[in-house]
Every structure is written in C-alpha cells, then in structure tokens.
C-alpha cells in the first residue's frame, strides 16, 4: 500500500512537446512521448539511454526503458502497465532514505523514492518527474541510483531512528524496508546487506522459524508481542534477545512490522557466572527447581514433620491437560512461552514456605508445608486448579489449556519423599482419566475424591 510522493504539482507543459526535425529545420513534427510509448523509434532512442526512463499515462507506467528492465529485473517483452505506486514507492514515515540533492528544472521536479525490484530487492532511486500532458495525466520520469549521501540539511525522523540504542528493523511485504544503526552493531549486518531481504533467512535460527510467523500473526490479531528468545548474528552465533513486534502503520492502514531487539546475554550471563550451583539445581527454562532439588526439600519437610505432631505437609503434582496439541499446534517457541507461564502462576499464588518445582515436560509439583488439616490441602489444590483454567495469551492467541491437579496430605507411611510423590501422582492421573480441569486429593485405602471441573477448549 504505497504513497505516491512525487514532489509539489507541476504546471503541465502544452499538450505536445515540440522537436525539431534535423533533417528539415524549417519543419516541426510534434511527438508526445508517452502517447507514442508503443513506437518502435522511440523505444530504440529510450533504451539506448543510460539512465532510468518511465512513462506514465493515466496513473499508470507503460513504458520502462532498457536501464529500468534491467534494474528491476525484467526482461524485454516482459513489461506490461502497471501502477506507478507499484513501481516508484513514495518514502514511508521513518524510512529514512536518502535525500534527494537535486534541485529541479524549469520541466521538472525532483523527487526520491524506493524501487521494489522483482526479486524483492529494495532500491533507492532519485530523479526528476515532469508532466507533459497535465488533462491525459502523462508523466515522463527520468531516474538514477540514490547515492549515499545525505542532504546537507538532516532530517529529524531519520536522526530519531538513528540515535535509538535498541536494535530496529522495519518489514514491508515481508522484505527489510529500514534497519538502524543498532542493527548493524547487534547483528553484524549492513543496511545495504539488509535491505530487501528477510528477517527470517538473516536472524532467525532454523529452530525458530515457526516462532517468528507466529509473531507475525499475534501483531495482526493483537497489536504487539513481546518474547525473550534467540536470534543470530551475521556470523551464525546465536543471541538472546529480549524483542517486541509492532504494526507499521501508514496513514492509519497496516502495512508491515516494525522490531525491536535487545541483548539480554550478558544479562544471563552475569546472573550465571556466580551461580554454577544454582543452575544444576535448577530448571533452565522457568528457572524453577528441578527434580533432584525439590526430593531434598521434600526429603527435610518430612523430617521436620516427624518433629511437630500438630503440623504436616502435602505435596500437589500437576499435568497441562492440552500441552501436547499446543506444541503441535503452534510450536515449541510457544510451548515454552506455556511452560514459563504456568511457572509464572505457581509463584503467584502458593505462599513463601511453599515450593513449585518443575518435574520434566510439562509436570510441576508443589510442596505445602506447615497444614493444619486436608482442607487447608484442598484450598491450595483448588486455587491452582483456577488458575491453571484461566487462559493463556501466546503469540496473541488465548488459549484455555487447564490442568490435571493431584495431591495427597503426608501420612506415617510416608518414609520417604518418592512415596509421597508416587501418591500425588497417582491422583493427578486419575483427574486426567476423568477429563483433566480438576484436581483429586489421594486418601488411604480408597481415595475421597474431591474436584472441580473446568470447562475445556481447543487451541484458539
């Protein structure tokens, strides 16, 4: 959905343009170039020029020299009519292309745009834009090459994207129409390496693929998307990043996506170097702690249980009812975004003497300490339960996923923490076995269950 911007209007010239016959002075013939765009003289003259030549008539080009073609990447007898906004863009808000020096004649106004090229190249041109027939719409455009340097006078947008210290790339049509100075630092590519390629073949790894067409969508359905992820750089090492998509907006129309990145590695990597202990003992991906660390604290409450006659503990094992269809559906980027959620919502809502651990796959647990009674039990169960029902935003699509909750209150039988596991376990299987979205409480010999059903929804 391009602009044309073409410079200010121009006073039209008579209907025809005079050109002295040399082989008779004292003759005149009169020749309107784009009305002549079909003469076999004409298009010889035109594509024997070094320069970009255009005809437009009635909005549309109908000729494109030999130097234009081949620019554009057509070749002869490929050209037909087409929209001049299809041809020469008019500059976007924030583009910063290069300013035009030219400064006109008494025919012409000078003008700078951007050519889509046919193998999604970009390219800055400038030139001048004459009207010859103002009533018949008609226009011959004579263009070179945007060169590299600036107008002497700088213009505040271009300074703004400039001096932004969070990398930045602007996509149209799929293709990078900008990318700032931060780009080039964080990625090691060029705006000239940039410029009409795709983010997706530059940055983004294999295994991110489906992840990157997903933030796509979510900015169409939702307006923004915020994700910590990895990108690479030109050398193919890989970058955590921190990177919110957004809309590109033109006169109130969507017509591409702005992006931006920041590098969060040294941020992970200073928070891991004084911690070696801490990542053994802990769940990379929600940072919550592993297996291993949560049997130790299960290991020290049913010690200090055995202590106090008036207190004892409980442990809760959850299972996300649709985590497999949801990566099969959306991806593992998404699938990971679900898994940190649920971590997210398991420290929100347990106490500070809890602990929620994140098991394997999509199985978290939770030990409760310091109960007074199975009904204190079933309270937190249940307030998990609720919170696992509530949707979750990925990518922009809310998803009711809910979850499978099993728990089981800490007995004398209860030695060892495996034992205390394998019965929490075995509740979160049978609410599973009854259609998840609930939670069951494990009791001696036969089992009182207690449960709340949720109602259940597909990936949106």
Not at 164 to 185: D, K, Q, S
Not at 348 to 358: E, F, N, W
């Amino acid at each position: 959905m391009a602009t044309k911007v073409l410079g200010p209007a121009i006073q039209s010239e008579p209907k025809q343009n005079k050109i002295e016959d040399q082989t008779n002075p004292e003759k005149e013939r009169y020749w309107n170039l784009p009305e002549h765009a079909d003469s076999a003289e004409q298009r010889e003259i035109l594509d024997a020029l070094p320069v970009l030549v255009f005809l437009e008539r009635a909005g549309k080009i109908v000729f494109a020299n030999a130097e234009a073609r081949q620019m554009l990447g057509y070749v002869e007898g490929e050209w037909i009519p087409r929209p001049i906004e299809e041809v020469l863009w008019g500059l976007f808000p924030g583009t910063a292309e290069p300013q035009t020096l030219l400064t006109g004649t008494r025919r012409g106004s000078p003008f700078h745009a951007t050519m889509p090229a046919k193998n999604g190249r970009l390219l800055p041109v400038e030139g001048t834009y004459s009207v010859t027939n103002a009533e018949l719409h008609e226009s011959v455009i004579v263009a070179h090459p945007g060169g590299r340097r600036r107008a002497p006078k700088t213009r505040l947008m271009e300074d703004v994207l400039a001096s932004i210290p969070e990398a930045m790339a602007i996509e149209l049509g799929n293709h990078v129409l900008y990318t700032n100075p931060a780009f080039t630092r964080m990625f090691g590519y060029s705006a000239e390496e940039t410029a009409g390629g795709r983010l997706s073949e530059l940055i983004v790894p294999e295994t991110r693929q489906a992840e990157h067409a997903m933030l796509a969508k979510g900015v169409n359905e939702h307006g923004r998307v915020l994700l910590e992820t990895t990108r690479r750089n030109k050398a193919g090492n890989p970058l955590d990043v921190n990177m919110q998509a957004a809309p590109l907006l033109v006169d109130g129309a969507q017509v591409g996506y702005v992006y931006t990145f920041r590098d969060i590695g040294e941020r992970k990597e200073a928070g891991a170097r004084p911690q070696p202990q801490h990542d053994a003992m802990h769940d990379v991906l929600t940072g919550l702690p592993n297996r291993a660390l949560f049997l130790d604290r299960v290991n020290l409450a049913l010690t200090r249980r055995s202590r106090r006659q008036d207190r004892t503990c409980a442990l809760i094992c959850l299972d996300m009812d649709l985590f497999k269809e949801i990566n099969d559906a959306l991806g593992h980027a998404a699938g990971d975004v679900l898994l940190n959620s649920v971590a997210e919502r398991l420290r929100s809502s347990l106490r500070p003497q809890d602990t929620a651990a994140r098991l394997g796959g999509d199985m978290f647990a939770v030990l409760v300490e310091d109960l007074l009674s199975g009904s204190d039990l079933e309270g937190i169960a249940d307030r998990i339960s609720r919170e696992m029902a509530r949707p979750f935003d990925l990518f922009g699509h809310m998803i009711q996923s809910g979850a499978s909750v099993g728990a089981a209150l800490a007995e004398p039988e209860h030695s060892t923490p495996d034992l205390l596991v394998r019965d929490a376990e075995q509740a979160m299987f049978r609410s599973k076995q009854a259609g998840g979205g609930r939670y069951e409480v494990f009791r001696k010999r036969r089992e009182t269950r207690s449960h709340t059903k949720r109602p259940s929804s597909g990936v949106a």
